[in-house]
């Protein structure tokens, strides 16, 4: 049986050598928001122990992870990561794209920071350990493939993408991304942030199992 994102081990090492800061910020942004453990456990769509986890830096948390987190508080995963607000300059340098690695995926963050729809470069190895993972949340997606193929799946249909292919769906579908090239696939990712009440029913109905991203 796969285990569980709860159940899978810390990378060697421990996370504080793979992103030093994230510990901290998960907890500061959690009480900046007003959520308690639990209640910010149920929107990210974790159980409170693992979040207590991820906030004491016992475990690593995955791209998709932050993901969710960043949506439930209402910010950015460069916040998250605690990275320095660059103002509202529109325009990202590429020697200011430094690469991150969460679970597994490669990305850089393509966008400003603080803004309601983020921008990522991203890049998913074959068998990255999170193809099995269906994804479920309030908002839309848009990608774009510059490298390789993508496996997506939107419902009960999936859709082999070819460098070139485009997708734009609401994310309340549930979906699941995976590398179909044996070098993985590069994408340009959007998504939109939403923080209300509709947002948090639909985050907090959502199944356990479900990692959001």
Same mark, same amino acid.
């Given at each position: 049986?796969?285990?569980?994102?709860?159940?899978?081990?810390?990378?060697?090492?421990?996370?504080?050598?793979?992103?030093?800061?994230?510990?901290?910020?998960?907890?500061?942004?959690?009480?900046?928001?007003?959520?308690?453990?639990?209640?910010?456990?149920?929107?990210?769509?974790?159980?409170?122990?693992?979040?207590?986890?991820?906030?004491?830096?016992?475990?690593?948390?995955?791209?998709?992870?932050?993901?969710?987190?960043?949506?439930?508080?209402?910010?950015?995963?460069?916040?998250?990561?605690?990275?320095?607000?660059?103002?509202?300059?529109?325009?990202?340098?590429?020697?200011?794209?430094?690469?991150?690695?969460?679970?597994?995926?490669?990305?850089?963050?393509?966008?400003?920071?603080?803004?309601?729809?983020?921008?990522?470069?991203?890049?998913?190895?074959?068998?990255?350990?999170?193809?099995?993972?269906?994804?479920?949340?309030?908002?839309?997606?848009?990608?774009?493939?510059?490298?390789?193929?993508?496996?997506? /799946? &939107?419902?009960? @249909?999936?859709?082999?993408?070819?460098?070139?292919? =485009? +997708?734009?769906?609401?994310?309340?579908? #549930?979906?699941?991304?995976?590398?179909?090239?044996?070098?993985?696939?590069?994408?340009?990712?959007?998504? /939109? &942030?939403?923080? @209300?009440?509709?947002?948090?029913?639909?985050?907090? =109905? +959502?199944?356990?199992?479900?990692?959001? #991203?």
């Amino acid at each position: 049986m796969r285990p569980s994102p709860e159940q899978r081990p810390a990378p060697v090492g421990g996370p504080a050598e793979e992103i030093p800061v994230v510990a901290p910020q998960l907890r500061s942004l959690r009480r900046r928001s007003g959520l308690t453990l639990e209640a910010a456990a149920a929107l990210a769509g974790l159980s409170p122990a693992h979040l207590s986890r991820l906030e004491t830096g016992r475990r690593t948390p995955s791209l998709p992870m932050l993901l969710a987190l960043a949506r439930a508080y209402g910010t950015t995963v460069s916040d998250l990561l605690g990275e320095v607000p660059e103002g509202r300059d529109p325009i990202v340098r590429a020697d200011r794209m430094e690469a991150q690695e969460a679970g597994g995926w490669t990305y850089w963050r393509a966008g400003g920071s603080g803004r309601a729809m983020q921008a990522l470069r991203l890049h998913v190895p074959r068998g990255g350990g999170q193809e099995e993972l269906v994804r479920v949340h309030p908002g839309e997606e848009w990608l774009y493939v510059t490298g390789g193929r993508l496996r997506l /799946t &939107l419902g009960e @249909s999936t859709h082999l993408l070819e460098t070139g292919d =485009a +997708a734009h769906f609401d994310s309340l579908t #549930p979906h699941r991304i995976a590398a179909a090239s044996p070098g993985g696939v590069d994408l340009l990712f959007m998504h /939109t &942030l939403m923080q @209300s009440g509709v947002s948090e029913l639909c985050l907090g =109905a +959502a199944p356990t199992r479900r990692e959001m #991203p």
